[in-house]
């Protein structure tokens, strides 16, 4: 309660975690342009599949978005983010050939089988909007700030990496970032203590989620 709102809290107290998964050593490697390609064409095809899980769990928020909120914005915004996945499948596949990735061929690894397995928990009825809302803004967000980071003044991203970047980090789905946030903190203002410890939960699970999968780019881990 008072001034700051539940999400910067929780930015805060969570720090440690946010900052592994958003400043990421393989995000970092791109940002230095340092990274090794060979780890790159790993994520790629490992984050084609995870896109394609994640767009049951968007399906599974807008589904409850439609029927828990009160405001119809919410719809809208979800819908922007289901969209912007249709044109993101179609992404990978173009990126994928470009990069000698078969995306056929591609096993999941298990830090990716077990996030997968934890937006799957997310689409079950009994999760509240709440926590399933927090859970996907911060997917969301950890990409748009890692990714952003490759964008900065000062950064030697490889020209051949900077539509991948471009992608999450670019200023529009920093906005589209913003507009989940504000969805998120609404909800949150008006949930029940035992729904903001599950969000917060949630919350934390998504960065440990995230810290595995950049994780899976190195051959050694
Ligand atoms: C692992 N997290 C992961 N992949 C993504 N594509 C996003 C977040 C953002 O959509």
């Known amino acids: 309660g008072g001034g700051a709102g539940f999400i910067a809290v929780w930015l805060q107290r969570h720090r440690e975690k946010y900052v592994c998964a958003t400043r990421h050593r393989f995000v970092l490697s791109i940002r230095e342009g340092s990274v090794d390609l060979s780890s790159f064409r790993r994520w790629l095809?490992?984050?084609y599949i995870f896109v394609r899980e994640f767009v049951p769990f968007v399906a599974s928020v807008l589904l409850k978005g439609w029927k828990e909120s009160d405001s119809e914005m919410d719809v809208e915004v979800i819908l922007g983010g289901m969209a912007s996945l249709h044109d993101e499948l179609s992404w990978f596949k173009k990126e994928?050939?470009?990069?000698?990735?078969?995306?056929?061929?591609?096993?999941?690894?298990?830090?990716?089988?077990?996030?997968?397995?934890f937006l799957h928990g997310m689409t079950d009825s009994e999760v509240d909007y709440t926590?399933?809302?927090?859970?996907?803004?911060?997917?969301e967000t950890v990409y748009q700030e890692s990714f952003a980071l490759c964008l900065e003044d000062g950064s030697?991203?490889?020209?051949?990496?900077?539509?991948?970047?471009?992608?999450?980090?670019?200023?529009?789905?920093?906005?589209?970032?913003?507009s989940l946030r504000d969805i998120a903190e609404r909800c949150l203002q008006n949930a029940s203590a035992d729904v903001l410890r599950k969000a917060e939960e949630a919350f934390t699970q998504v960065l440990e989620h995230e810290v595995n999968f950049w994780n899976m780019s190195n051959h050694d881990m």
């Open 96 to 117: 994928a050939s470009k990069w000698d990735v078969q995306l056929a061929a591609i096993v999941p690894q298990r830090a990716n089988r077990d996030y997968c397995s």
């Open 45 to 47: 095809g490992q984050d």
């Open 131 to 139: 926590t399933a809302i927090v859970a996907f803004w911060a997917i």
């Open 156 to 178: 030697s991203t490889p020209a051949e990496l900077l539509g991948t970047c471009e992608r999450w980090g670019n200023a529009g789905f920093g906005q589209y970032c913003q």
